[in-house]
């Protein structure tokens, strides 16, 4: 399931993305945060929506923090040890992301304190997402206004820099035809022989809009890549759970380590294309707007769903004792990326990568012990 996430991301969900951003005019920070943000995170989504009205359990809540913390700290890790270049950071999006991140996690802490989610509580997770979206259709205007007061050095305005910094329009189709080239060795002849279904069926559901036939039907080619993530999603949550109960491992626990790993696959691989392009800004930009969505959203949804629609007045209970810790060591990890970053001269590079990946081992220790008192 990992690798099948690994195929709808990397030759379809990226490459629509592209066209979605050059045909909107939205700059790199902004598609990240937005459209790439909320089609990569559709396994987290779909994992709670399981998770409340399926297992009726904690996987869903365990995969979306466990999820949270591996966009920050391993696919920014990630994307400075893999990515072969140093890339500069803008101070902007980052700020900006990780201040309303901040604040989302602060909000999370407070509806889960008392292990029960009420409606209104629902309500307000979402209503903040909706704040998000309109300080992203503002964003010009707010980062030339941070620029007046909190420095004099030169900040490209992001409402140009897309168009200043655009890569060549065939770069998405240029590492499409590179990733296709067939290495050597019986190890990459199996991955192709295991693979082939799953390449046959999605090339017959999805249209490739890298390619000039379907290039025009982009938005279909994001609409079908995420309902295929959403199944690959599906079955991924039942195989893990299957495996929970004859193991008798905690949900949460398999949520924060194997499924917050494997929904985020999407995350990943998509960050991982552009910051290998150069886009650095829209690489940090998916992985915190990933989390902001999946907080806001990707919990608070299927809470709405439960408690004003489906069973109204009804409460989400929250099972996990050690769930609100892990939250609380989430938010630490923002902070701690932050500092890491404006510490390395806002560089995107191997030494941060390696620190970033240090701290999430860290994290999944305290995490368990938690889980274990």
Not at 48 to 56: E, M, P, Q, Y
Not at 91 to 99: I, T
Not at 242 to 264: D, Q, R
Request: with cysteine; glycine share 6%; aromatic share 14%.
């Amino acid at each position: 399931m990992f690798h099948a996430l690994a195929i709808v991301c990397e030759f379809y969900f990226v490459p629509s993305l592209e066209k979605v951003s050059e045909n909107l005019h939205l700059s790199q920070d902004v598609a990240g945060a937005t459209f790439m943000a909320a089609g990569s995170s559709a396994p987290e989504l779909f994992t709670s929506l399981i998770g409340v009205f399926i297992t009726k359990g904690d996987v869903g809540v365990g995969t979306i923090v466990g999820s949270a913390v591996f966009n920050i700290l391993v696919i920014i890790g990630l994307c400075g040890i893999f990515s072969g270049q140093t890339i500069s950071l803008s101070w902007w999006p980052l700020f900006r992301d990780a201040v309303f991140y901040i604040l989302s996690i602060v909000v999370l802490i407070t509806v889960i304190y008392d292990e029960k989610v009420m409606w209104w509580e629902t309500i307000i997770l979402i209503s903040m997402y909706g704040i998000y979206i309109t300080i992203m259709k503002f964003n010009g205007p707010l980062c030339r206004l941070a620029e007046r007061h909190f420095t004099r050095a030169v900040c490209v305005s992001l409402l140009n820099v897309y168009h200043k910094l655009e890569p060549p329009r065939n770069c998405f189709r240029d590492l499409y035809i590179e990733e296709c080239v067939f290495e050597s060795g019986w190890c990459m002849r199996l991955k192709w022989l295991l693979s082939w279904p799953l390449s046959v069926l999605l090339h017959f559901t999805i249209p490739n809009c890298a390619r000039p036939r379907w290039e025009r039907w982009y938005l279909l080619t994001f609409l079908s890549s995420t309902l295929w993530i959403a199944i690959y999603s599906y079955l991924m949550v039942w195989m893990v759970t299957i495996i929970s109960y004859t193991l008798g491992i905690p949900e949460v626990i398999m949520g924060i380590t194997f499924l917050a790993a494997g929904t985020s696959v999407p995350d990943c691989m998509a960050s991982l294309i552009v910051a290998r392009q150069g886009m650095g800004d829209m690489a940090v930009s998916n992985s915190i707007g990933s989390n902001i969505f999946d907080v806001l959203l990707g919990l608070g949804f299927p809470w709405a769903l439960r408690t004003l629609i489906v069973s109204y007045g009804s409460v989400v209970t929250i099972n996990s004792k050690g769930l609100v810790y892990s939250v609380i060591l989430l938010l630490a990890s923002v902070i701690l990326t932050v500092m890491c970053v404006h510490l390395n001269s806002w560089r995107l590079d191997r030494r941060l990568g390696l620190c970033l990946i240090l701290f999430y081992a860290i994290f999944l220790l305290c995490s368990v012990g938690f889980e274990r008192l």
